[in-house]
């Protein structure tokens, strides 16, 4: 330096100035390092948000001369170093975006993002490419849920409406949709319900009509068709229940009681319109039955002149070798 060679040469005071200018100098250059770093530091971010890669570097790099450990200043190198090639990705995303290929956008856009994540632009480009992604993956969906409706398939639209809750739950699209395929699938249900119904009315299958009508009706109180449906299926399981209880005990009807209910039975099976066969076979053997119940029959008792001879409930015939006596069909006592 200055103040070295003076030295050398013996210039003493010369020396010695030379030396206090450059302790004034380095003293000043300390004074102002912060202010210097800070500068550099700001003119280096405004050069990375203008895309000038150069003059952020320039300015970073004076940050390091400055501050070696300097955090900021080390990124901000980095991404000026960087910036060509997320700037190249970037404008690759923005032409792919603007001739509709947006996956390929997304893919490349998400590139330039790994490198910096603060480069804004390729960032906010992200989120749109992605937002548009989302809106036609969802228009599709929801116009593929609408076509299986108009087709009248509920098993499709439900497995595309799931998709259509998983991106947008709270869209108000998706639950008039929703609305729309419960109503159908409810409608489909009834009207199988109703199919089943009308199939074991026909069969006359009473006790699993009534539980058929009790399943509509928990699905819809107000369906007309089970309401009416079920009344009529009501008085024709409790009629079965009769018929089966009198021919099951047909021994009941030597009572006038018991016969005078079977009859009772018998003509209410008759007023039944439209009888189906097993309907018809019930009115004939109910009508056997009384018939046979009122119609006596005569019985030769044979005894041995020793024995007192009774017919519980019939009267008292002492001893006798034959005798004839008219019962009505059923069981007795002697």
Not at 163 to 187: F, H, I, N, T, Y
Not at 246 to 261: A, K, M, N, Y
């Amino acid at each position: 330096t200055l103040g070295d060679r003076q030295y050398q040469e013996q210039q003493y005071s010369e020396a010695q100035a030379s030396y206090q200018k450059s302790i004034n100098g380095l003293n000043d250059l300390l004074a102002s390092r912060e202010e210097r770093l800070a500068t550099a530091l700001a003119n280096g971010e405004q050069a990375l948000a203008e895309n000038d890669g150069p003059a952020a570097a320039e300015n970073f790099d004076l940050a390091l001369v400055i501050d070696s450990q300097n955090e900021q200043a080390r990124k901000g190198a980095e991404r000026a170093a960087n910036l060509d090639q997320v700037l190249a990705l970037y404008r690759e995303g923005l032409h792919l975006e603007q001739q509709g290929s947006l996956a390929a956008a997304q893919l490349v856009l998400m590139q330039a993002v790994e490198i910096d994540s603060q480069f804004i632009p390729a960032r906010d480009a992200l989120v749109r490419v992605a937002a548009r992604i989302e809106e036609l993956a969802f228009q599709k969906i929801m116009s593929q849920t609408l076509a299986a409706l108009n087709k009248n398939d509920t098993a499709a639209a439900r497995k595309s409406l799931a998709e259509a809750v998983k991106l947008r739950p709270s869209d108000a699209s998706v639950q008039d949709v929703g609305q729309r395929l419960a109503a159908m699938e409810k409608a489909q249900l009834l009207a199988a319900l109703q199919d089943k119904a009308e199939k074991l009315t026909a069969e006359e299958r009473w006790g699993e009509t009534l539980q058929v009508y009790d399943k509509a009706l928990a699905i819809d109180p107000h369906f007309g068709f089970a309401e009416s449906g079920r009344k009529m299926a009501r008085l024709r399981f409790e009629l079965d229940r009769q018929v089966q209880e009198i021919i099951s005990r047909p021994d009941r009807l030597q009572e006038s009681g018991p016969r005078q209910e079977a009859e009772m039975v018998l003509a209410r099976l008759k007023n039944i319109e439209d009888p189906g066969i097993r309907l018809k076979g019930q009115i004939n053997d109910l009508s056997r039955l009384i018939r046979t119940a009122s119609e006596p029959a005569e019985v030769i008792l044979l005894s041995d002149n020793q024995t007192s001879v009774a017919i519980y409930r019939v009267g008292k015939f002492g001893q006798f070798i034959e005798k004839k006596v008219s019962l009505l069909p059923g069981v007795y006592t002697v």
